[in-house]
């Protein structure tokens, strides 16, 4: 699925979804909940990428927290921004969003 989008409606995306994910994550989005939302299937293809430098995304440490963070802001900005949204990303976004609607856990 390709989607096109003019410079409004990748803003009027963008700041969407950053409501969306900032209300299910906070500021920061870590762990597995990060390379979910970026589309990995499992953590170890995300810190396969970020050895790489193929994080799309500026990921962090926190000291004496594990794992890989990375701000909600900056995801958000990230996922309209590629050329090609895959279905399963919208679709994940489109569920979080009904459970969040719904206060449903979607864990």
Known sequence: M???????ELKDLEESLFQDLERR?????????????MGFTNGQAFR???SRGLLPVKVFAIENRRGKFALT???????????????N???????SH??????????
């Open 25 to 37: 994550y906070g500021s920061l989005i870590g762990g597995g909940d990060l390379f979910k939302v």
């Open 48 to 50: 396969q990428a970020n």
């Open 98 to 107: 009904s459970a969040l609607s719904t206060n449903i856990s979607i864990d």
């Open 2 to 8: 390709t989607v096109n989008l003019q410079n409004s």
């Open 89 to 95: 990303i919208l679709q994940c976004i489109d569920y």
């Open 73 to 87: 802001r900056d995801v958000a900005r990230w996922l309209p921004a590629t050329k090609n949204l895959s279905t």
